[in-house]
C-alpha cells in the first residue's frame, strides 16, 4: 500500500497567487460556502498586496504540490502596549486528511510567528454546535477556552 507523502507548512507570499487560488477553493469546500469563496474572488493585484502586507498571514499545508489545508489570519497591533494579537480567521483541512495532524501543525507554525513578531496570544471562533465540533475539540486541545458573544454590526446601521 502507498504511504501518501508527508505535508509541510509553508507560509505564502504575494507571488503565491495559485495557492491562495487553491486555498480560496478548499475553504469554499470545507465550510460548504462556495459562493462566499469563490463567486466574487479578489483580482490578482488585491492578493498580492494582501500576501504582502504587514498584517495578514496565510499559511498552508502542501502535500506535494497540492494545498491539503490552510488558515489564514491577521495581525491585530495593539494600542494599550507594544504587542499584537493574532486571530485566526478561518482554518481548513480537507477531509481526507484530517486526523493526521495537519490543523495543530498549521496552528504550531502560526506560534512560532506570531512569537517573531511579538504577539502575546493567538485567538480563533469556533460556532457552537455539531457541525463545529471537531474544531471546539482541537483548540481546547492546544488553548484556554473562553466563553464570549460574537455580534455582526452592520456599517449600514441596519441589524446585519
Known amino acids: 500500500m502507498h504511504q501518501p507523502t508527508p505535508y509541510r507548512i509553508v507560509q505564502l507570499t504575494p507571488d503565491d497567487l495559485a495557492r491562495m487560488d487553491a486555498l480560496l477553493t478548499l475553504f469554499g469546500e470545507v465550510f460548504n460556502e462556495p459562493d462566499t469563496y469563490s463567486k466574487n474572488r479578489p483580482c490578482a493585484s488585491y492578493l498580492?498586496?494582501?500576501?504582502?502586507s504587514d498584517y495578514f498571514?496565510?499559511?498552508?499545508?502542501?502535500?506535494?504540490?497540492e494545498v491539503i489545508g490552510g488558515l489564514a489570519a491577521y495581525e491585530l497591533k495593539k494600542f494599550e502596549q507594544e504587542r499584537s494579537e493574532i486571530y485566526i480567521y478561518d482554518l481548513a483541512v480537507k477531509e481526507s486528511h484530517r486526523r493526521q495532524g495537519v490543523a495543530t501543525a498549521l496552528i504550531k507554525a502560526l506560534q512560532t510567528l506570531a512569537k517573531a513578531r511579538g504577539a502575546y496570544v493567538i485567538f480563533v471562533q469556533a460556532d457552537t454546535g455539531e457541525v463545529d465540533q471537531p474544531a471546539i475539540e482541537l483548540y481546547t486541545k492546544l488553548g484556554k477556552r473562553e466563553?464570549?458573544?460574537?455580534?455582526?454590526i452592520s456599517v449600514n446601521g441596519e441589524k446585519a
Open 147 to 152: 466563553e464570549v458573544l460574537h455580534f455582526d
Open 48 to 52: 498580492h498586496q494582501l500576501l504582502g
Open 57 to 65: 498571514v496565510t499559511l498552508v499545508a502542501l502535500q506535494e504540490k
